[in-house]
């Protein structure tokens, strides 16, 4: 839980001030994970427009900051989060492997239980961003896997004994739901998006979607933009919908937190939901004349 590279800072700390240093860390952190947001949609739609700054704020300040931002062992995870997948992006389109490597492995050793989560996403972007640069062949592929297992191998100093800790604890076993279950309906869950939603720490389902209503109009706008062709939006638009249907359906809320439950804190992976969002309405914002 305190495998974060930023604690060994601590060390610089009188004992008399650890509550105040860490609370400089959580500033610091969301501040860092809206500087990695900006640069990520600097490097992949190559431009140095003065929105970025509002993007990346957007996804530093987010629900899943305001409810989670006190919970020091994810927020590294939000900070790698863009850097990872701009990693995997290079890692494709110029095999370029290094960046993916070692955000990767920095943020499975920072917390392993947030890294399964944007694993999982990691697959699917793979994806789609393979389909849309196959002349990179099965090259990609080959890299993709052996780093993405490098990552994994270099964090097991910690993953190993972390997992052996488990097998004693309430944690382990795997119990799969026996029935499908939905939490809510969709109306109530596209209303976590909009201003004045409380953020939710409890233990019945809600996730914290909200990044600003203007992303939501840009989404729109984005579905009706015929400069932006339907086979790029297509797999777009399905990972949005596969995420909210996730925050909604027992299975797949399963699957993403790790073949468990969360207790409480739920939607743990709104923020990559939410970073894919702001994406979108990035790629709108450049393309709104039309």
């Known amino acids: ?5 930023l604690n060994w800072l601590i060390v610089l700390c ?13 500033v610091l ?19 140095s427009h003065m929105a970025i700054a509002v993007f990346g704020t957007a996804y530093a300040l987010c629900a899943f900051t305001a409810a989670y931002s006190w919970n020091i062992m994810w927020t590294d995870c939000m900070v790698f989060f863009p850097l990872i997948l ?6 494709i389109k110029e095999g370029r492997p290094y960046l993916y490597y070692v955000t990767l492995a920095l943020s499975i050793l920072s917390n392993y239980y947030i890294s399964i989560m944007i694993c999982i996403f990691l697959a699917l972007w ?7 640069n196959r002349e990179s062949g099965i090259t990609a ?4 896997a052996w780093y993405s297992l490098l990552a994994g ?12 800790v488990l097998g004693y604890s309430g944690a382990q076993g795997i119990s799969f739901p026996d029935t499908m ?19 939710y720490t409890g233990s019945e389902h809600w996730p914290n979607l909200y990044c600003g209503v203007f992303v939501l109009v840009l989404f729109v706008l984005y579905l009706f933009n015929r400069e932006i062709s339907w086979k790029h939006k297509a797999p777009r638009v399905a990972l949005v919908v596969l995420f909210v249907i996730s925050f909604a359906n027992n299975i797949l809320d399963f699957i993403w937190h790790g073949l468990h439950f969360p207790t409480s804190l739920p939607g743990r992976q709104s923020f990559i939901y939410i970073f894919l969002l702001l994406c979108i309405g990035f790629e709108e914002f450049l393309h709104i004349r039309k």
């Open 153 to 164: 191998g270099t964090a097991a100093v910690l993953i190993i004994p972390t997992a052996i």
């Open 1 to 5: 839980y305190l495998a974060s590279p």
């Open 29 to 47: 952190k969301i501040a860092a994970s809206g500087f990695t947001a900006a640069y990520y949609l600097k490097r992949h739609f190559n431009t």
């Open 126 to 132: 793979f994806l789609v961003t393979w389909a849309e």
């Open 86 to 91: 701009l990693g995997e992006e290079l890692l």
């Open 141 to 144: 592929w080959a890299r993709f």
């Open 14 to 26: 009188p004992k008399g001030a650890v509550v105040e240093f860490m609370t400089i860390l959580v």
């Open 181 to 199: 279950e939905w939490y809510f309906n969709i109306v109530s869950e596209l209303a976590r998006h909009f201003v004045l939603t409380d953020a």
